[in-house]
């Protein structure tokens, strides 16, 4: 009949094509799945922070996905160069609205490859000091002396000074006393450097020094 042959018309017309394009979907979602799992392996065989290692193999295996669909809308038939300008278009808008969370991205990313802080260090950002407690793609979290959760943006904190006082093996620590001027400056010295000899966390080399900082009001 008329309408079976039509049937039978539209498979041979359309039914290549689209086992075409269930084909390129099965094979691209596999050799997606292959790929991000490589570039996984060699980003952890080269000890890149696992923050950026996730970040990076997510974003690439999406995008692969991406690439997949239009490719397998291509073989359809589908014009895709209007939907590739449209993806585009909406991309940059995206982009437009959220240029603060890239840069914070940006510097998430400058954060974990260039690495001038990690987890457990006591640093200054910011002008906020405290123990890195996370280090996100967007956002570093900072433990402070007083137990409060400190959220840095990661653009405030690469674009400011950033102070690691974990960095060095030792550290010098400043104290002021105040004395009056009728004391006597040599032997309050000298009984600063006794206590300090006494410490056990002082440190014998390099060796504490005592100085006169200011003579003030009173």
């Known amino acids: 009949t008329e309408f079976w042959n039509t049937i039978v018309d539209l498979a041979v017309r359309y039914g290549l094509s689209v086992l075409g394009a269930a084909a390129t979907l099965v094979i691209g979602y596999v050799l997606a799945r292959l790929l991000t799992g490589l570039v996984k392996r060699l980003l952890e065989r080269a000890k890149v922070e696992a923050t950026l290692v996730s ?3 997510h974003l690439l295996y999406y995008f692969l996905l991406i690439f997949v669909a239009v490719a397998a809308l291509n073989t359809l038939g589908v014009q895709t160069a209007s939907l590739v300008a449209v993806l585009g278009a909406a991309g940059l808008a995206i982009g437009l609205a ?13 954060i974990i490859l260039f690495r001038p ?4 260090d006591f640093v200054k950002l910011n002008d906020e000091t405290g123990y890195v407690s996370a280090v996100e793609i967007l956002y570093t979290t900072l433990t402070t002396l007083d137990n409060k959760a400190v959220i840095v943006p990661n653009a405030a904190a690469t674009g400011s000074t950033i102070v690691n006082y974990s960095a060095n093996n030792h550290i010098r620590l400043d104290i002021i006393f105040g004395i009056s001027y009728g004391d006597d400056i040599l032997k309050a ?22 100085g006169v900082w200011e003579l003030g009001d009173n």
Do not use: C
């Open 55 to 57: 970040f990076a193999t």
């Open 117 to 120: 802080y990690k987890v457990g």
């Open 98 to 110: 959220l240029q603060g969370s890239l840069a914070n991205f940006a510097a998430g990313v400058l």
């Open 189 to 210: 010295k000298q009984i600063i450097l006794d206590e300090m000899a006494k410490h056990a966390k002082v440190l014998r080399e390099p060796k504490a020094a005592v």
